[in-house]
C-alpha cells in the first residue's frame, strides 16, 4: 500500500489535544513530525487552559495555543456515563467554534481520543480536511484510523498523523527546560553535592497508585545510600506526600503543591532519577531526560510506557481482575480497568524489586 502524501496547499493546521499532562508529552512526536512535514504551516494547538499557561510562551513543535473552553463534555469534561443525559455545551463553545471557523484552517486534526464527543467537534471547526481516530460509535472524519484501545500511545497518534503524510522524525517525547524553570527548581531544592532522586506517590487514578508505606521504604533506602530525596505532589496530593514522609525514617523533602508545572520540570531535569506511579509528572520526567522507574498496570503498560531501557525500567503489575469485584478488566467491553472501585491495581509490584532497578540505574 502507498503511504497518503502530504497535503498540497497547507498553510494552517489546528490539532485537537485537550486533555491531561501524560497525554500532551505523548503526543509531542506526532506534533514534532507535522512540524517537520509542514514547516511553513502554521500549528495551533487547541489544548485545556492548563496547556496554555504551560505552553503559551515555551518553545514547541506548534505556533500558537488555544484553550479550549471548560465544560465540553468529552473534550475538556468526562464523558457521561451510560444511561445518564449529556449536559449541554457552555455559552462560551459556540464563540471558540466560530473563532477557530474564521481563521479557515486547511486540515484539522484529532489526537484526543476515539472520537465519539471529539469528532464532531472538530467537524464544526470548518478545516478543508479533517484526519482523527475512531471508535465504531465515533462518527468519521476524512481520513480516519480505528482506534484501539491497546496500543502504544506514541505511535497511535504517529500512525494519525501519517495520513497526511508527516513521516516521523523521532518517537521519544522532548519537552523543553527553559532558564525560569530550572530557577524555580532550585529555589524549592537547593544544589548540593548529592545526587537529587523524586518520588511522585500521587495519581489522578488510584488505582494507579503504589501504597504510601511502599514509598516510603523506597525514600529510606536511597536517602541511606546517600540521596537527597524529595516527594512530589500537586496542591491536591498533600496528604497522600505528607503520609510517605511521615512513614519515612529518614529525612525526605515534602513537595506538595510547591511547584508549577514549569518548575517541576526544572526538578526533574536536574534529577538522577524519578521514581513515580504511572501519571503525568512521570512522562513529564522521560520527556525531559530523567532516568525512571515506573509502576505500572499491565493495560497502561502497554499504551504508555517508554519502549528504552537504558534509561527507563517500567515495572508491571500483572493484575488482571479488579481485587474487589473480580471483574476482568482486561476484557474489550472495560479497558483500563473501569468497573467503578478506586483500589490500588499494582500494590502488588515488590520493593525489593523496584529498588533493585532504581541503584542499577544510579550505578549506571
Known amino acids: 500500500m502507498t503511504p497518503p502524501r502530504r497535503v498540497p496547499e497547507v498553510r494552517t493546521i489546528a490539532v485537537l489535544r485537550a486533555n491531561a499532562l501524560g497525554d500532551y508529552i505523548l503526543s509531542l512526536p506526532a506534533l514534532e513530525a507535522l512540524r517537520s512535514a509542514y514547516p511553513q504551516a502554521r500549528i495551533v494547538l487547541l489544548g485545556a487552559g492548563w496547556h496554555a499557561r504551560l505552553l503559551g510562551r515555551r518553545p514547541g513543535p506548534y505556533d500558537r495555543v488555544e484553550a479550549v473552553p471548560d465544560g465540553v463534555v468529552g473534550v475538556t469534561a468526562p464523558s457521561p456515563r451510560p444511561g445518564h443525559p449529556i449536559p449541554p455545551e457552555p455559552p462560551e463553545l459556540g464563540r471558540f467554534i466560530e473563532r477557530i471557523r474564521a481563521e479557515r484552517f486547511d486540515v484539522a486534526i484529532q489526537l484526543h481520543g476515539g472520537g ?98 511502599c514509598f516510603a521504604h523506597v525514600a529510606d533506602a536511597l536517602a541511606a545510600a546517600g540521596a537527597d530525596v524529595v516527594i512530589t505532589g500537586g496542591a491536591s496530593e498533600t496528604e497522600l506526600v505528607d503520609e510517605v514522609v511521615a512513614q519515612a525514617r529518614r529525612p525526605v523533602r515534602a513537595l506538595a503543591g510547591a511547584l508549577s508545572l514549569g518548575g517541576l520540570a526544572g526538578l526533574y531535569a536536574r534529577c538522577r532519577l524519578v521514581v513515580a506511579n504511572d501519571t503525568g509528572p512521570l512522562h513529564l520526567a522521560d520527556a525531559v531526560g530523567a532516568a525512571t522507574v515506573g509502576l505500572y498496570w499491565v493495560g497502561n503498560l502497554i499504551n504508555v510506557a517508554p519502549v528504552e531501557r537504558g534509561r527507563h525500567r517500567p515495572l508491571c503489575a500483572w493484575t488482571t481482575r479488579c481485587p474487589v469485584c473480580g471483574v476482568d478488566c482486561m476484557h474489550p467491553d472495560h479497558p483500563g480497568g473501569d468497573c467503578g472501585h478506586q483500589v490500588s491495581f499494582i500494590a502488588d509490584i515488590p520493593v525489593d524489586e523496584v529498588l533493585a532497578q532504581a541503584f542499577d540505574l544510579l550505578r549506571h
Not at 125 to 145: E, I, N
Open 116 to 213: 465519539r464527543y471529539s469528532n464532531p467537534l472538530v467537524r464544526r471547526l470548518g478545516a478543508r480536511l479533517t484526519v482523527g481516530m475512531a471508535t465504531p460509535d465515533a462518527p468519521r472524519l476524512d481520513r480516519w484510523v480505528r482506534y484501539i484501545h491497546y496500543q502504544p500511545e506514541v505511535f497511535r497518534y504517529l500512525e494519525v498523523v501519517g495520513l497526511i503524510g508527516a513521516t516521523p522524525v523521532g518517537y521519544r517525547p522532548r519537552f523543553p527546560v527553559v532558564a525560569e524553570d530550572l530557577a524555580e527548581a532550585k529555589a524549592a531544592v537547593p544544589d548540593s553535592d548529592r545526587p537529587v532522586v523524586a518520588l511522585h506517590p500521587g495519581a489522578r487514578d488510584p488505582r494507579r497508585r503504589w501504597p504510601p508505606k
